[in-house]
T-cell receptor, first 115, second 110 residues
Framework: GAVVSQHPSRVICKSGTSVKIECRSLDFQATTMFWYRQFPKQSLMLMATSNEGSKATYEQGVEKDKFLINHASLTLSTLTVTSAHPEDSSFYIC???????????FGQGTRLTVV | QKEVEQNSGPLSVPEGAIASLNCTYSDRGSQSFFWYRQYSGKSPELIMSIYSNGDKEDGRFTAQLNKASQYVSLLIRDSQPSDSATYLCAVKNIEGDMRFGAGTRLTVKP
């Protein structure tokens, strides 16, 4: 399968600051990337879908001004959590897909803790 | 109604037994179905994908799909303690989005 690298794996930040999470496809061109959030003992919740070169499509209830997604190249998407608050603490996971694969491949996930 | 539904469990089976995990979905136009395994604190990893009705076998894993009933299942034969994890059913809907079920927590007891 294809390799997706997500960085950082863990981050602790102060309330009110912003955090950027990177998601890279290492051996394929990711035409579509997905960002998920997972709270403890809950399933993955899709936050947004981004296609390279276009604006992300956000799921209902996800604030696009708070969770900034950039998919400027076929191998990189970033999620920026702006003005983070403790309730934003969660496990954030990206996944990426290209036209050759039906399935999406996941990054390692980022554990965000806002203190 | 949730798009993808799973019994959250927990499901407990003895080592060597068959574990059966079930999933139903609401979007009749869905074409692609996946099972992911997620260990605690880790990202999901793909175990099986299935696209047509019937069974698909890969080692100890068998995925079963019934589009008429909108049902997909995963059977794990000869269950091992290392199979203990949360199993996520995922369905790619007609818009191309990957939607996940809540996951079923499986415990295989030695």
């Amino acid at each position: 399968g294809a390799v997706v690298s997500q960085h950082p794996s863990r981050v602790i930040c102060k309330s009110g600051t912003s955090v950027k999470i990177e998601c890279r496809s290492l051996d394929f061109q990711a035409t579509t990337m997905f960002w998920y959030r997972q709270f403890p003992k809950q399933s993955l919740m899709l936050m947004a879908t981004s296609n390279e070169g276009s604006k992300a499509t956000y799921e209902q209830g996800v604030e696009k001004d708070k969770f900034l997604i950039n998919h400027a190249s076929l191998t990189l998407s970033t999620l920026t959590v702006t003005s983070a608050h403790p309730e934003d603490s969660s496990f954030y996971i990206c996944s990426a897909r290209d036209n050759r694969y039906t399935e999406a491949f996941f990054g390692q996930g980022t554990r965000l803790t806002v203190v | 109604q949730k798009e993808v539904e799973q019994n959250s469990g927990p499901l407990s089976v003895p080592e060597g037994a068959i574990a059966s995990l079930n999933c139903t979905y609401s979007d009749r136009g869905s074409q692609s179905f996946f099972w992911y395994r997620q260990y605690s604190g880790k990202s999901p990893e793909l175990i099986m994908s299935i696209y047509s009705n019937g069974d698909k076998e890969d080692g100890r894993f068998t995925a079963q799909l019934n589009k008429a009933s909108q049902y997909v299942s995963l059977l794990i034969r000869d269950s091992q303690p290392s199979d203990s994890a949360t199993y996520l059913c995922a369905v790619k809907n007609i818009e191309g989005d990957m939607r996940f079920g809540a996951g079923t927590r499986l415990t295989v007891k030695p």
